[in-house]
Nanobody, 126 residues
Framework: QVQLVESGGGLVQAGGSLRLSCAASGRTFSRYHMGWFRQAPGKEREFVAAISRSGDSTYYTVAMKGRFTISRDNAKNTVYLQMNSLKPVDTAVYYC???????????????????WGQGTQVTVSS
């Protein structure tokens, strides 16, 4: 069992930056692939970024690549999402998720993650 707690959300003007953090409980954080998803009002939850257990491999949805950066610090049991050049369309609740399966590939689908945080609100004003 792992608990995930996101932080770092808030209100920012368009063009600004935020860094989200997701702290995980337990001693097996380095065994999990980690991902960030987001859900805007009235929309389905969507993939944002994912990172492998070691941090060597990262994946992004096309719309975020170049603006968002996912990283992790296994010594601190934390995964981060640096978000730059934010736009009003980035307004959403952002969730981190953990994949505890032994799969080698880094998942990018909702159903491949079995632990979720409670989410943190990001609001980008125009």
């Amino acid at each position: 069992q792992v608990q995930l707690v996101e932080s770092g959300g808030g209100l920012v003007q368009a063009g600004g930056s935020l860094r989200l953090s997701c702290a995980a409980s337990g001693r097996t954080f380095s065994r999990y692939h980690m991902g960030w998803f987001r859900q805007a009002p009235g929309k389905e939850r969507e993939f944002v970024a994912a990172i492998s257990r070691s941090g060597d491999s990262t994946y992004y949805t096309v719309a975020m690549k170049g603006r968002f950066t996912i990283s992790r610090d296994n010594a601190k049991n934390t995964v981060y999402l640096q978000m730059n050049s934010l736009k009003p369309v980035d307004t959403a609740v952002y969730y981190c998720a953990a994949d505890s399966s032994p799969r080698l590939s880094v998942p990018r689908n909702l159903w491949e993650y079995d632990y979720w945080g409670q989410g943190t609100q990001v609001t980008v004003s125009s």
